[in-house]
């Protein structure tokens, strides 16, 4: 069942089938005004501090925030810095931020997302890399078929680890 719309004069809001949360939209896609903030039953949370890490801690299943859906290109993140942590559209230099396109892919070719309730300390130096975290939530690539939507939060097993280094910042999952 794909998600279900609703309008309102303030935003546009999406709930998912099956799901504990929602979504409210402000602003428009692909501007620096755009965000996307999530709800549970009780009212607007926090991604990064409200759901739980773990969808069932004895089967070891995890909670994934979507942020990009496979097959776009719009590089979306939480925000560690703005009230109730929405998701919004990473910026360099001033300029929103896309990932190019990668023949005969479009955009990222998985879902990507983040385990609430975590972060990498830009403080700890691995001894291994002597890279540091990046200051973020874990990433997570989520490498299913379906695309899920931004803002989901979507159950996860983790099959593994993948050593990132994002433009030299970064070496994580």
């Given at each position: 069942m794909p998600p279900r719309l609703?309008?309102?004069?303030?935003?546009?809001?999406?709930s998912f089938a099956m799901s504990a949360?929602?979504?409210c939209e402000r602003g428009c896609s692909n501007t620096n005004g755009y965000?996307?903030?999530i709800k549970s039953?009780?009212?607007?949370?926090?991604?990064?501090?409200?759901?739980?890490?773990?969808s069932d801690k004895q089967k070891n299943i995890f909670?994934?925030?979507v942020e990009i859906p496979?097959?776009?290109?719009?590089?979306?993140?939480?925000?560690?810095e703005e009230f109730m942590n929405p998701i919004k559209q990473d910026v360099k230099n001033g300029k929103l931020r896309f990932v190019n396109n990668i023949f005969p892919h479009k955009g990222y070719i998985w879902n990507y997302g983040a385990l609430p309730q975590t972060w990498e300390d830009p403080n700890h130096?691995?001894?291994?890399?002597?890279?540091?975290?990046?200051?973020?939530?874990?990433?997570?690539?989520?490498?299913?078929?379906k695309i899920l939507s931004r803002g989901s939060v979507v159950p996860v097993k983790v099959l593994g680890i993948l050593a990132m280094i994002d433009e030299g910042k970064q070496w994580g999952s």
């Open positions: 609703l309008f309102s004069p303030r935003g546009v809001y999406r949360y929602s979504v965000r996307m903030f039953t009780s009212g607007p949370i926090s991604p990064f501090h409200d759901i739980p890490l773990h909670n994934m925030l496979r097959w776009t290109n719009a590089k979306m993140e939480i925000c560690k130096q691995d001894p291994n890399t002597n890279a540091k975290g990046d200051n973020d939530p874990i990433d997570v690539c989520e490498i299913g078929s």
